[in-house]
């Protein structure tokens, strides 16, 4: 899956066509028409309503896509903003890495095309997290 150009149309429809989920199914779950469907398909972007009841008809969370290209590709932030969010009363998880960014980076590790020095550097994983995901793999 390519993590930095996201079409999320052709993702939700790749999905909705695993899972055979039923035109008539997706009309009445989403209160529109087929037409209406076949063009949220083509759509490279699409309203975050509309893609958290594709994400709950589906079972899937689309939104972790755009996390990964956020954890890949968003500029690095400075230490005193990190500060801010920590005084602030949001709660992170502790694993923010999908399957999807995992896998994407261990490819990167094991074709050659990076060495695991340049993956920390780059993409900011910790060293401890990145060896973890070298032994189980």
Do not use: P
């Given at each position: 899956m390519n993590?930095?150009?996201?079409?999320?149309?052709s993702l939700v429809k790749a999905k909705a066509e695993e899972l055979r989920i039923s035109p008539e199914r997706i009309t009445n779950f989403l209160n529109c028409?087929?037409?209406?469907?076949?063009?949220?398909?083509e759509q490279e972007y699409?309203?975050?309503?509309k893609l958290l009841r594709w994400?709950?008809?589906l079972?899937?969370?689309?939104?972790?896509?755009?996390?990964?290209?956020?954890?890949?590709y968003a500029p690095p932030s400075k230490t005193d903003r990190v500060i801010k969010i920590r005084d602030s009363h949001l709660e992170f998880r502790k694993s923010i890495?999908?399957?999807e960014v995992k896998i994407f980076i261990l490819d990167?590790?094991?074709t050659g095309q990076m060495t695991v020095a340049e993956v920390i550097t780059k993409y900011k994983i910790p060293k401890t997290t990145l060896y973890k995901w070298i032994k189980k793999a």
């Open positions: 993590l930095k150009v996201i079409h999320i149309g028409t087929e037409d209406e469907i076949e063009a949220m398909y699409m309203d975050t309503d994400s709950k008809l079972r899937y969370d689309f939104f972790r896509i755009y996390t990964g290209h956020l954890i890949l890495y999908t399957e990167k590790i094991i």
